[in-house]
């Protein structure tokens, strides 16, 4: 897949038009569909034709989508959908495919310079300019642990919220953290390469993001089963090469890589070795040029993110139910029960991802409070 559509639906030969069709509509209007669904959906739609071109597509289950495309743009779908961790053959589970690839034909997927901590550290900076102050190493076990303010957002979950909260916790939002359900989990692992990674595909190597999954039946049965609870030995696995979009990532002729596979919630298997496979599956000769590897494990995730509980990086499951409930119906989900208090975190519309569109929506819903 690239930036531009044309040139993607020209790689993929007979399937192009197949993918020009399920995707072209939303390349087309992607700042209006973006508008209307990175917030809450039980809300009127600004741009509703836009929005119901994406929604028709978006509504479906992944692999019903998959089963309209050809044997090359199928996977590629496939691949984009099951970013949301999800058994692919509910509905709506079409909804991030199509909005990953409209994102890639449209503002391209951001690759953060000098690494992901560049973000945190841009934005304490900013907040530190604007007199805010970053607190670490206090852990909040209770309201009682938090200095008096007007209004708190938690970028929590749901659970933890109300812990939290504690005997301030009202009825609704103690069932709300009782029925939050959790997903599967991540595994990471980050590799240290001599050289450039020997892919047997020549795209691979200007590709700075790689879905690891074979067909688009493989990819489908993989996270089904991860769903069930089943550890499998060709996971689907996520890949980055980040130094193709910032080459000073690459020092001395060591470029870093990192992967990683969905498997069960909490699993503590010794996932590595699958991951390693599933990439030397499509890249002959891989182990052969690793100098280094460093292992996430869920536990780990959890242990260093106590928001990752059993190493589920969504914040949440990614169910129907999830989806439009997150975590509640409302047309204000960042709003709790509680006053004066908010909840900001992937367990709120939209979801997980890199939008930061949940404390967007949390902040606005919070400053209505505070100008009033």
């Keep these: ?92 589970m079409s909804a991030s495919g199509v909005l990953f690839a409209a994102a890639a034909h449209t503002r391209g997927w951001p690759v953060a310079e000098g690494g992901t901590a560049s973000l945190t550290g841009a934005m304490a900076s900013l907040l530190t300019e604007l007199g805010g102050e970053v607190v670490c190493g206090h852990r909040v076990e209770s309201v009682r642990d938090l200095p008096r303010a007007r209004v708190a957002l938690f970028d929590t979950s749901p659970t933890a919220l109300a812990h939290i909260l504690g005997d301030h916790a009202t009825p609704r939002q103690r069932r709300l953290a009782s029925r939050w359900r959790y997903g599967p989990a991540a595994f990471k692992v980050d590799f240290a390469v001599r050289g450039a990674v020997p892919w047997a595909a020549d795209a691979a ?117 999830q989806l439009v409930a997150r975590p509640r119906l409302a047309a204000d989900p960042y709003a709790t029960d509680v006053p004066g208090v908010w909840l900001c975190s992937a367990s709120t519309p939209p979801g997980a991802g890199t939008h930061g569109m949940c404390g967007h929506g949390a902040a606005r819903s919070a400053l209505r409070v505070l100008t009033a």
């Design 1 to 92: 897949m690239y930036a531009s559509l044309e040139r993607t639906v020209a790689e993929l030969g007979a399937d192009g038009e197949g993918w020009r069709r399920l995707v072209a509509p939303v390349v087309e209007h992607f700042d209006a569909v973006v508008a209307d669904i990175l917030g809450p959906l039980v809300r009127p739609p600004r741009h509703p034709l836009a929005t119901a071109a994406f929604g028709v597509r978006g509504v479906l289950p992944a692999t019903v989508v998959a089963r309209r495309l050809g044997p090359r743009a199928a996977p590629l779908f496939m691949g984009n959908a099951a970013h949301a961790i999800a058994r692919l053959d509910q509905p709506m």
């Design 205 to 321: 190597r200007a590709a700075a993001t790689l879905h690891l999954g074979g067909t688009a039946e493989e990819i489908a049965d993989a996270e089904a089963r991860v769903v069930a609870g089943e550890v499998v030995e060709r996971p689907f696995t996520l890949v980055s090469q980040p130094h193709v979009a910032d080459p000073g990532r690459a020092v001395d002729g060591v470029t870093p890589l990192w992967a990683y596979a969905h498997v069960p919630h909490g699993c503590t298997d010794d996932v590595a070795p699958f991951i390693e496979a599933q990439i030397e599956r499509f890249a002959p000769g891989f182990s052969e040029v690793v100098l280094a590897r460093h292992v996430t494990t869920p536990a780990a995730f959890e242990a260093a993110d106590a928001n990752l509980v059993g190493g589920d990086i969504a914040g949440g499951a990614t169910t129907p139910r």
